[in-house]
């Protein structure tokens, strides 16, 4: 199994980026997706999932109408469209397979596999 996320780097803020997640080793169609991101002396915090078969998404309330997730299940990716960026979106992003949500906040527990993340800088 192999997820790997790219696209990151640095941006103004108000500015975009679109991360994409390559994923390998697994039947992508039929799994949920999700996005994490750390940032510096922070804990991993879950911001949104998009699930296999009906696409359905979640997403947590810090991004939610500034960040789309979306997937390409021909090319096995998913993809997070960030917009409006602020400088506390800077943080190291991952994507995983898997996602649990409890109470509306999408947990860290039920991931079954992590990629290697990239680095995302809002910063003037």
Not at 68 to 91: C, F, G, H, W, Y
Request: include cysteine.
């Amino acid at each position: 199994v192999q997820l790997q996320a790219s696209g990151g780097g640095l941006v103004q803020p108000g500015g975009s980026l679109r991360l994409s997640c390559a994923t390998s080793g697994f039947t992508f169609d039929d799994s949920t997706i999700s996005w994490f991101r750390q940032a510096p002396g922070k804990e991993r915090q879950g911001i949104s999932c998009i699930s296999g078969r009906d696409e359905s998404t979640r997403y947590a309330d810090s991004v939610k109408g500034r960040f789309t997730i979306s997937r390409d299940n021909a090319k096995n990716t998913v993809t997070l469209q960030m917009n409006s960026l602020e400088p506390e979106d800077t943080a190291v992003y991952y994507c995983a397979r898997g996602c649990t949500v409890v109470a509306g906040k999408i947990e860290l527990y039920g991931i079954k596999d992590w990629g290697k993340g990239t680095l995302v800088t809002v910063s003037s």
